[in-house]
Nanobody, 119 residues
């Protein structure tokens, strides 16, 4: 089992900056990659950005150029930084940890943290 604890979020002004962190504990050896997804009211959960243990990153087109994601392997903590926030970035942001396929592919999720961008 992997446990995820998120921090950050809250109310941010349009054009502002956001920093979210998520620390993993438990069976951390299972984790191949970590990242963030978000879900706005009435919409499906969508990718924000992910990063592998080796440092490869991926992000959605909606945030590309505005987001930086990093993974501290020693602390098992993933950090998302996003600038130029827009009202459409308002959502509940969920931390995700994905496990190695050879160890049984599975996704773990944090409880979510609300991010509200005021216009």
């Amino acid at each position: 089992q992997v446990q995820l604890v998120e921090s950050g979020g809250g109310l941010v002004q349009s054009g502002g900056f956001l920093r979210l962190s998520c620390a993993a504990s438990g069976s951390i050896f299972l984790i191949a990659a970590m990242g963030w997804f978000r879900q706005a009211p009435g919409k499906q959960r969508e990718l924000v950005a992910t990063v592998t243990r080796e440092g490869s990153t991926n992000s959605s087109d909606s945030v590309k150029g505005r987001v930086t994601i990093s993974l501290d392997n020693a602390k098992n903590t993933v950090t998302l930084q996003m600038n130029g926030l827009k009202p459409e970035d308002t959502a509940v942001y969920y931390c995700n940890a994905g496990t190695y396929p050879t160890l049984g592919k599975r996704d773990y999720w944090g409880p979510g943290t609300q991010v509200t961008v005021s216009s």
